[in-house]
Nanobody, 115 residues
Framework: QVQLVESGGGLVQPGGSLRLSCAAS????????LNWIRQAPGKERELVAL???????NYANSVKGRFAISRDNAKNTVYLQMNSLKPEDTAVYYC?????????WGQGTQVTVSS
């Protein structure tokens, strides 16, 4: 059984930082593209960042220069370092692992940016 478990969310003040983690069991991350996707209340899901199996990264314009995605294949874990957080970053953040014919999701972790 495949499980992706996110952690690291919480309440942070504007300008603060959080580091999200997503650990997988029952599957191997190394051959998959890993994504962080968020959904704010009343809004559609948004791809925040991705990292390919080869290590290439891409970011939503709204988070470029503030967020950094990384992966540790030995630990089957993907990270999202979030700096200079803004209230508009408030959302549930999901990790997702994909390759052809495969699409795994975590349960999500809440990030709230508020003073």
């Amino acid at each position: 059984q495949v499980q992706l478990v996110e952690s690291g969310g919480g309440l942070v003040q504007p300008g603060g930082s959080l580091r999200l983690s997503c650990a997988a069991s029952g599957t191997i991350f190394g051959d998959k593209t890993l994504n962080w996707i968020r959904q704010a209340p009343g809004k559609e899901r948004e791809l925040v960042a991705l990292i390919t199996s080869g290590g290439s990264t891409n970011y939503a314009n709204s988070v470029k220069g503030r967020f950094a995605i990384s992966r540790d294949n030995a630990k089957n874990t993907v990270y999202l370092q979030m700096n200079s957080l803004k209230p508009e970053d408030t959302a549930v953040y999901y990790c997702n692992a994909q390759k052809t014919g495969i699409n795994y999701w975590g349960q999500g972790t809440q990030v709230t940016v508020s003073s």
